[in-house]
């Protein structure tokens, strides 16, 4: 089993539409979890950080369950912009953190 | 001004040479990592670096050879480099290492 797994993807949307990704992870002693945006040909950056409790920054909201080691993002009103690649991040405590990456989810918003 | 910088932005390569590839992060941070993206864009951790000591070796082959010569600077040396070796080499630090990281923008190896 792959340490964090993501939908396959490509997502292909219609904008204003609701999109919404999920990731699994495998070492229930993960410590953080965060989403990343990739665009085409570009260094991944940190879209948000996602919390026990769930999080919102605007149009995006990010959901964790431990229990179940499950992470989501939601997207709300997609944007042309927002098209790009959604990357899910875990950091592991192995004596030293180790982060690791998903394969990540393709996503295109059309007009 | 930059965060995390990296260069060369792209490398282009014969077979059997050897290369570096320099990163220098102006964040103060203390854990810096080099990861690679392949031809499937899937990024994967190469070394993890914490405060100059080697804290995570992925299995990389040991013609990869990460030197930090201070907190701020971790720079890779490739020796034998192979048509495998072709991709994408990100930089990035974070403070601790369990929050988020900042990523250069990426030096893209093609080997020919």
């Known amino acids: 089993r792959k340490e964090v797994e993501q939908d396959p993807g490509p997502f292909n949307v219609p904008e204003g539409a609701t999109v919404a990704f999920n990731c699994t992870y495998s070492?229930?002693?993960?410590?953080?979890f965060f989403w990343y945006r990739q665009d085409c040909r570009k260094e991944p950056k940190l879209l948000m950080s996602?919390?026990?409790s769930g999080n919102e920054d605007g149009r995006f909201t990010a959901q964790l369950n431990r229990a179940s080691q499950y992470i989501s993002l939601l997207i709300r009103d997609s944007k042309l912009s927002d098209s790009a690649t959604y990357l899910c991040v875990v950091n592991e405590d192995t004596g030293g953190f180790k982060t690791i990456f998903g394969a990540g989810t393709r996503l295109f918003v059309k007009a | 001004d930059t965060a995390v910088s990296q260069t060369p932005k792209y490398l282009v390569t014969q077979m059997g040479n050897d290369k570096s590839i320099k990163c220098e992060q102006n964040l103060g941070h203390d854990t810096m990592y080099w990861y690679k993206q392949d031809s499937k864009k899937f990024l994967k951790i190469m070394f993890s670096?914490?405060?100059?000591?080697?804290?995570i070796n992925e299995t990389v082959p040991n013609r990869f050879s990460p030197k930090s010569p201070d907190k701020a600077h971790l720079n890779l040396h490739i020796n034998s480099l192979e048509l495998g070796d072709s991709a994408v080499y990100f930089c990035?630090?974070?403070?601790?290492?369990?929050?988020?990281?900042?990523f250069g923008s990426g030096t893209r190896l093609t080997v020919v």
């Open positions: 670096y914490n405060n100059k000591e080697l804290i």
């Open positions: 990035a630090s974070s403070q601790d290492g369990r929050y988020r990281a900042t």
């Open positions: 996602v919390y026990s």
């Open positions: 070492n229930s002693a993960s410590q953080s």
